[in-house]
């Protein structure tokens, strides 16, 4: 049986020890209104996520604009003319669960959806191997890519090529593969007994690579 972690938070906290990671994490912050006031401030959008949870599931992407607070939940957008408003109004949606708050990423975009990857890698007798570098699409009006949310899986070359066109697309494959096994490597140290791991990355509009979550259970 494989070892799993099933906390962000922690995960979070055990890569971003590391220098090699610590580069590619956005800020990351617990919720609470003083840390999503504060973040939006700085960055604008930023996404709330449970800290225990998968699938896409309660995941809400906030931002702030001209003085005007907004957030989607779902497929469902509200705009408020004043913080507090808006936090009240999040307390409601959101899961009855612990969140974290998520510099949020412009990602690279096809046909105006964010598309991510996942990178699943596994433990065998010869050591780590890969076992597949997919992208993943936003189904029409979400934020999330996740399949089980309607995303639409696409092979990692092909999600490249139609979201980066300008970007060497052999280079930022190896690039992801090379940060996944450095990140492997730092979970495996800290977690022993780990025996599978999938990666989700996101890229912003100038190629940069970030690490939005690793799964322990990939799917």
């Known amino acids: 049986m494989s070892r799993q972690l099933a906390s962000k938070w922690r995960k979070t906290a055990l890569l971003m020890k590391y220098p090699v990671a610590a580069a590619h994490i956005p800020q990351t912050k617990t919720f609470n209104s003083g ?9 604008g959008m930023v996404y709330i996520k449970p800290i225990v949870g998968g699938g896409g599931y309660g995941v809400i992407r906030v931002s702030r604009s001209g003085g005007v607070y907004r957030y989607t939940h779902m497929n469902v957008n509200r705009s408020f003319n004043n913080f507090g408003q808006m936090y009240r109004s999040l307390l409601r949606v959101k899961a009855r669960r612990k969140y974290l708050i998520q510099q949020g990423i412009h990602l690279a975009t096809i046909h105006g959806r964010p598309v991510d990857y996942r990178v699943k890698v596994v433990k065998t007798e010869q050591g780590w191997v890969f076992r597949s570098l997919v992208g993943r ?35 930022k494959r190896r690039e992801m593969r090379s940060l996944t096994l450095a990140c492997t490597h730092i979970m495996e140290s800290q ?12 890229l912003d509009h100038s ?13």
């Open 137 to 171: 699409w936003a189904r029409p009006g979400l934020c999330v890519t996740n399949l089980s949310r309607g995303g639409t899986m696409l092979s990692g070359k092909r999600a490249l090529a139609l979201s980066l066109p300008h970007i060497a697309n052999r280079y």
């Open 191 to 202: 977690l022993p007994g780990i025996g599978q791991l999938g990666f989700d990355y996101g």
């Open 35 to 43: 840390n999503l006031l504060h973040m939006l401030h700085r960055y």
């Open 207 to 219: 190629g940069k690579i970030w690490i939005l979550e690793v799964n322990t259970r990939p799917r």
